[in-house]
C-alpha cells in the first residue's frame, strides 16, 4: 500500500464510513489534518462557533439517522469544550466518533501549550478512548473506533492524535475486519429465556411494554409493533423511545416517567406483566424503585446485561439484540391475545387524565400543540432539557423514529439548537426544528452563526417564559415559593436575530399562533421564533423526585375528577408526597 | 431465634484478564471510583500472555454488588474476561514487605518469630532488616501483628493475588 500521512489517514477513514459531514474547530496541533481537508471534497467541514456544539451536532446527525456522527476538535481547550457533548452523547448510548488533536507525541506530558490529558478525562464519558503514539496504529485504531462506537450498545469513541502522528507517514492498511477479544456483539436470544418470556407473556392478564430507544438503535420497529397488536399490549415509550411506535397507535399511552402522562403510570402500577424493551428504567422513569410496578413481573429485554437488575429487580430477562429477541417472540407467539377488560380500564383513565392545556391563556403547551398540528407530527423536533422539554415529549405525536432528539439521560441545556442543526445537515429534506427554552437557548446561540453561514433551514421555536421554568417550578412546589436565581433576563431576540441575518418573529397571543407557525415554516432559511408565553406555567402531570410513581401529581386543572385512591395525590398533598407511605395502587382490586 | 437473613457487606474477590494499553488501568479503575464500588485491594501485573495483564480485585459488598461490578468490568473494551473467584475453590495470597529495627538483644528471637511463620529476611542495612512474608491476607496481618515488638519502620503490601483452582 501507498505511503500517505497520518492526516490522509483520517479523511480517507470518514469516506470509508460513509461520512459526509463531520463537524469540528480547527487550531495549532490540528492544522496538519485541516490542511488535508481541502484535498477531500466530498467530506464536508461545518465550522461550529464552539466545540461543545460540534458534538451536539455530531449527536443531532446520528440521532437523525442512526449513523455515527463525527466531531474534531484541537488540543486543550478545543478538546475539554467536547467533554458535555461527549457525557451527553454516552448518557443517551448515541453512536460518535470524537477526533482531537494533542501536542506533538514527544511533548506529551511536559505541560506543552494547549496540552490536556482527554484521554484521561474522558474515560468516564466514552464507551472507548485511545491516544494514538504511532501513525503505524492509526488505520486499525480509526477502523476499531467505528466499529465500537456503532455495534453492540452504541456510544462515542474518542481518538486523540498527536500533530506529528497527522503528520507522518505510513503505508499500513486499514483492517479488513475487526477483531478485539472480549468485546463480543450481542448474543442471539437464549431459547429458554424466550420460552419463559412467551409464557409471561400469555400468563398476562394486565400487561404494558416500556419501549425505550434500544428499539430506536436496535431498528425493532417493525417487530415492536406486531409484537404490541398480536399480544394486545399497551405500549408506553421512555423519554428516548418516543418515536419507536407510532404515537397515533390507539395502543400507544405516550411517555411514561416524572412528567409522562398518568395513563402510562397508572397502567404500570397496576399492571401483572411489566416488558422493558432497550429501556434502562432510570430513575426519572421508575421514581422510588420500590413501588416501581408493585403488583407486576418485571420482564426485561437488553442488550447490555449489565442494565438487568441495574435499578429494578426482574423476574425473567432475554439478553440480546431487542430486534432478535422480538423476532423470535413474535415467531412463538402467533395467535391473537386480547385483554378487553383491562385495555377499557385503561381508555377510562385516558379520558379521565387527559393532558390539559387550559384554553385563554398563551402557554408553552398551547404553542407545542400547534406546532404538532401544523407539522402533523412528522418534523425532526430537538429539545434542551427542563419544562418545555416534557411538554415536547407530551404532545409531540411523533410518528415515526430518528426524528426525536433531546438530551435524555444527561439534561443538557443548549443540546437542542445545535443537535437540530446537526440532523439538518444529515436529513436536508425533513423540515426539523429546535424547541428551547430562553435559558438553553442563550448557551449555545451563537450557532446562529452557523446556521446562516451555510443556509441551515432549522426553526427554533424559543418558548419565553423569563425563567428556568423547571428549576422555578420546582422552588415554587418545594421550595415554598422560594425563587433563587431563576429569573432570567434575555437580550431583544428580535435585534440579536437581526444582527445575525435570522429571519425572526414573535408572537405573545393565541390569535397570531397559525400564522406565526406558517409564516416560519414557508421561510427557506434559518427561523428563530420567539414565543412569549405565560410565565409561571407548571408541567403535570409530576412524580417529585425518588417519589413513588403511585403518587403522581395530577394537573390542578382535572378539577373535575377525583383522583384514585391510594394512587395519586392531590395537589394541595405536594409537599408531604416525600414521605408519605409507599402504598401500592388497589386499581383493580384483582391484585394479589 | 432470628431467622432474617441478614445481609451482611462481605468482600469478594474478581479477576480480570484485561488487554495492556494506554489507559487501561487507568480505565478499569476509574469504574470502581465512579460507580462507587468499594476497592479493598487491587493489583495488576504480567501474565501468562504477553500484551496481556491479569488484575486481582477485592470488592465488598453483597452479591448484587459484585454481579455489577462483573457486568460493568465486562463491558470495557480492555476487558478481555472477568470473573468472582468464590472462597472455597481459589487460592489468593498477597506479599508483604515489613521493615524492622528490632535491638541488639531482639535480634535472635526475630529470627526465630520469621522461621517460625516461614518468612524470609531477604536484605539488611545497618540495624534495619527487611522481612518478606507470603500468605493469606489473614496470616499477613498476624505477623504485622507478631512483629509489633521489633519497631515497625515501613510496610509495603502487593494487594491479593488470587487464581481459581
Redesign the interface.
Known amino acids: 500500500m501507498q505511503e500517505r500521512s497520518g492526516a490522509a489517514i483520517v479523511m480517507e477513514s470518514l469516506v470509508k464510513h460513509g461520512i459526509d459531514t463531520l463537524f469540528g474547530y480547527p487550531g495549532g496541533v490540528v492544522l496538519p489534518l485541516y490542511d488535508e481537508m481541502l484535498n477531500w471534497p466530498q467530506v464536508k467541514h461545518v465550522l461550529v462557533r464552539h466545540e461543545q456544539c460540534a458534538a451536539h451536532m455530531a449527536d443531532g446527525y446520528a440521532r437523525a439517522t442512526g449513523r455515527v456522527g463525527v466531531c474534531l476538535a484541537t488540543s486543550g481547550p478545543g478538546a475539554t469544550n467536547l467533554v458535555t457533548g461527549i457525557a451527553n452523547a454516552m448518557m443517551d448510548s448515541i453512536p460518535m466518533v470524537c477526533l482531537t488533536g494533542n501536542v506533538n507525541s514527544w511533548a506529551i506530558g511536559k505541560d506543552a501549550f494547549q496540552e490536556t490529558d482527554i484521554?484521561?478525562i474522558t474515560?468516564?464519558i466514552t464507551?472507548?478512548?485511545?491516544?494514538v503514539?504511532d501513525v503505524n496504529d492509526l488505520p486499525y485504531v480509526l477502523a476499531e473506533a467505528f466499529y465500537?462506537a456503532n455495534t453492540g450498545?452504541k456510544g462515542p469513541v474518542l481518538v486523540d492524535i498527536p500533530k506529528d502522528v497527522f503528520q507522518k507517514m505510513t503505508s499500513n492498511p486499514f483492517p479488513t475486519e475487526i477483531h478485539?477479544?472480549?468485546?463480543q456483539l450481542p448474543p442471539d436470544p437464549d431459547p429458554a429465556q424466550i420460552a419463559t418470556a412467551v409464557a409471561m407473556i400469555e400468563a398476562a392478564q394486565r400487561p404494558v411494554l416500556i419501549a425505550g430507544a434500544g428499539v430506536l438503535w436496535g431498528e425493532a420497529f417493525d417487530e415492536l409493533k406486531t409484537f404490541a397488536e398480536t399480544n394486545d399490549i399497551p405500549v408506553i415509550n421512555s423519554l428516548l423511545g418516543l418515536g419507536t411506535f407510532p404515537r397515533d397507535h390507539e395502543l400507544s399511552l405516550g411517555m411514561m416517567g416524572m412528567h409522562g402522562e398518568a395513563t402510562g403510570t397508572l397502567a404500570v402500577q397496576a399492571a401483572d406483566l411489566v416488558i422493558g424493551i432497550g429501556a434502562r428504567f432510570d430513575d426519572r422513569l421508575t421514581g422510588d424503585t420500590k413501588a416501581f410496578a408493585a403488583n407486576a413481573k418485571i420482564l426485561h429485554f437488553d442488550l447490555?446485561?449489565?442494565e438487568v437488575?441495574?435499578t429494578v429487580s426482574p423476574r425473567a430477562w432475554v439478553i440480546g439484540d431487542v430486534k432478535a429477541t422480538l423476532g423470535e417472540i413474535n415467531k412463538l407467539r402467533t395467535t391473537q391475545l386480547s385483554h378487553p377488560e383491562w385495555r377499557e380500564q385503561i381508555r377510562g383513565w385516558q379520558a379521565q387524565y387527559p393532558l390539559m392545556v387550559p384554553e385563554g391563556k398563551f402557554l408553552s403547551r398551547t404553542v407545542l400543540r400547534a406546532l404538532n398540528e401544523h407539522t402533523n407530527g412528522e418534523a425532526i423536533v430537538a429539545t434542551d432539557v427542563g419544562q418545555h422539554q416534557m411538554w415536547t415529549a407530551q404532545f409531540y405525536k411523533f410518528k415515526k423514529p430518528f426524528n426525536w432528539m433531546s438530551s435524555g439521560g444527561l439534561g443538557t441545556m443548549g443540546f437542542g439548537f445545535p443537535a437540530a442543526i446537526g440532523a439538518k445537515f444529515a436529513r436536508p429534506d425533513h423540515e426539523v426544528w429546535a424547541v428551547v427554552g430562553d435559558g438553553g437557548f442563550q448557551m449555545t446561540l451563537q450557532e446562529l452563526q452557523t446556521a446562516v453561514e451555510y443556509g441551515v433551514n432549522v426553526k427554533i421555536a424559543l418558548l419565553n417564559n423569563g425563567y428556568l421554568g423547571m428549576v422555578r417550578q420546582w422552588q415554587e412546589l418545594f421550595y415554598d415559593n422560594r425563587y433563587s436565581s431563576v429569573a432570567m433576563g434575555s437580550p431583544d431576540f428580535g435585534k440579536l436575530a437581526e444582527a445575525y441575518g435570522v429571519k425572526y418573529f414573535r408572537c405573545d397571543r393565541c390569535e397570531d399562533l397559525d400564522a406565526t407557525m406558517e409564516a416560519a415554516r414557508a421561510h427557506n432559511g434559518p427561523v428563530l421564533c420567539e414565543f412569549v408565553v405565560e410565565m409561571e406555567e407548571n408541567v403535570y402531570p409530576m412524580v417529585p423526585a425518588g417519589g413513588s410513581n403511585s403518587s403522581v401529581i395530577m394537573d390542578p386543572a382535572l378539577t373535575h375528577v377525583e383522583p384514585p385512591e391510594d394512587v395519586v395525590a392531590s395537589f394541595e398533598t405536594t409537599h408531604s408526597v416525600h414521605h408519605a407511605p409507599e402504598v401500592a395502587p388497589s386499581l383493580t382490586g384483582a391484585n394479589k | 431465634m432470628n431467622t432474617e437473613e441478614i445481609v451482611v457487606s462481605q468482600k469478594h474477590t474478581v479477576t480480570a484478564l484485561v488487554q495492556n494499553e494506554s489507559g487501561t488501568i487507568n480505565r478499569v479503575v476509574s469504574l470502581f471510583r465512579r460507580r462507587g464500588f468499594s476497592l479493598a485491594s487491587f493489583n495488576a501485573g504480567d501474565c501468562e500472555e504477553p500484551g496481556l495483564s491479569r488484575m486481582t480485585f477485592i470488592v465488598e459488598g453483597d452479591l448484587s454488588v459484585v454481579e455489577q461490578v462483573l457486568k460493568q468490568l465486562d463491558k470495557l473494551i480492555d476487558v478481555v474476561e472477568c470473573s468472582a473467584l468464590p472462597a472455597e475453590s481459589s487460592v489468593s495470597r498477597e506479599l508483604a514487605l515489613i521493615r524492622v529495627q528490632p535491638t541488639a538483644e531482639q535480634r535472635d528471637s526475630l529470627y526465630n518469630l520469621v522461621l517460625e511463620f516461614y518468612g524470609k529476611t531477604p536484605g539488611a542495612q545497618g540495624d534495619q532488616i527487611v522481612v518478606e512474608f507470603t500468605g493469606s491476607v489473614a496470616e499477613v496481618e498476624d505477623v504485622i501483628k507478631a512483629l509489633q515488638p521489633f519497631h515497625i519502620q515501613e510496610i509495603v503490601r502487593t494487594g491479593v493475588v488470587a487464581m481459581s483452582l
Request: hydrophobic fraction near 20%.
Open positions: 484521554q484521561g474515560i468516564p464507551k472507548h478512548n485511545y491516544l503514539t465500537l450498545r478485539r477479544r472480549g468485546y447490555d446485561p449489565a437488575g441495574k
